[in-house]
């Protein structure tokens, strides 16, 4: 592999218990490992920190704290130790890889480039999943394919409080080389490193809207996401290991699906609420709507419709939905509380 081959894998992690197991994966099943480096933003609230000082070219950064900081915060802190690799993966903190994996992401990137000259190619997609069964791992296969999934944007419902945005879901497996998509997966971008410099992930969105700002963002400014199927990367799906009381409370409480008196749907709406300024998903809506335009949203309300059109998503359509919803759960047009009025 020539030094433009290079790889660094950024990865932010948080009390995580599947890091080293991605570190070390990814090297031994890597084609060439020499030409890898790692990013690391350690977030803990124990004070431990995995230990890479026995592995080269794993640079690290530890961040003691009493509550998570953000995903994309610690992925600008991973991406400071960038040291001019040409080439960049983003992660999670939990993956399996299959022998080769890294080969295969630079014959496609320089393909892409190839086949499409005037954009700018993102390899990003909603991995295969991989979970933890009574303390084993096992690769989850997909139903009926050994092609990995491509992604689709849908609409919101009112009870999965994805209201204002679109929501990303796996779609079909990938026919042909690649499948051009208008999605992004934050848990695997593979793109040249210049991706990253250019469009900073938005340190206000602590979580709940980086990936769908982060993808109008990309698009807006002449790049274009793919997914490819090659099943080379697995990402752990945390449902089917054994579930925790109190885990996930918004997901459970989708998972109820209307199924809540008014009273208590008062208090879930009050605590959506809550999560909405907290977790910087208030940003993410304006971003979305056309009411935050420049570095950190579309650089104009014409390329964001311009977007949406590409992506065929009918954003007015989507926001008469999203209030009808509202309406019919909480007793009020959400646009109207939230004073949050679409430029579209």
């Known amino acids: 592999m020539s030094n433009d081959e290079r790889i660094f894998v950024l990865i932010p992690s948080f009390n995580e218990d599947h890091l080293r197991l991605t ?14 480096s790692f990013g690391i933003c350690q977030q803990s609230t124990t004070g431990e920190f995995e230990d890479f000082r026995n592995l080269k070219n794993v640079r690290v950064t530890n961040v003691f704290c009493d509550s998570p900081r953000g995903a994309d ?37 320089k393909a892409l480039e190839a086949a499409n000259p ?43 409080f994805m209201l204002w945005m679109p929501m990303y879901l796996y779609g079909e ?43 109008l963002r990309a698009w807006t400014r002449g790049y274009r996401m793919y997914a490819i199927p090659e099943m080379i990367v697995w990402h752990r799906a945390k449902f089917p290991d054994i579930p925790k009381d109190g885990d996930d409370f918004l997901g459970q409480v989708a998972m109820l699906n209307g199924r809540l008196d008014a009273g208590d ?24 709507s056309g009411q935050h335009l420049g570095e950190w949203g579309a650089p104009s309300l014409n390329l964001l419709k311009r977007y949406y059109q590409a992506a065929k998503f009918d954003i007015e359509e989507f926001y008469e939905e999203s209030n009808r919803l ?3 759960v909480y007793g009020y047009k959400f646009s109207e509380k939230a004073n949050l009025i679409p430029r579209m």
């Open 118 to 160: 005037d954009t700018k190619p993102l390899i990003t997609q909603y991995l295969p999943r991989y979970g933890v069964y009574d303390g084993e791992i096992r690769v989850i296969d997909e139903p009926g394919s050994t092609r990995a999934p491509s992604m689709q944007m849908l609409g919101s419902r009112a009870d999965s």
């Open 265 to 288: 749907w008062r208090k879930v709406d009050e605590y959506a609420n809550r999560m909405r300024r907290i977790s910087g998903k208030l940003r993410a809506e304006k971003i979305l």
């Open 23 to 36: 570190v070390e994966g990814a090297i031994a099943t890597a084609a060439n490992p020499e030409g890898l």
């Open 326 to 328: 509202h309406l019919e």
């Open 73 to 109: 915060l610690a992925r600008i802190m991973a991406g400071s130790l960038h040291d001019d690799e040409p080439y960049m993966l983003r992660l999670d903190a939990h993956h399996l890889f299959a022998d080769g994996w890294d080969s295969v992401l630079l014959a496609k990137h």
């Open 173 to 215: 497996p990938v026919a042909g080389d690649w499948h051009e998509h208008h999605c992004l997966s934050n848990h695997f971008i593979f793109s040249r490193s210049e991706f990253f410099w250019e469009i900073m992930p938005d340190p206000a969105i602590m979580f709940e809207g980086d990936e769908p700002c982060l993808a």
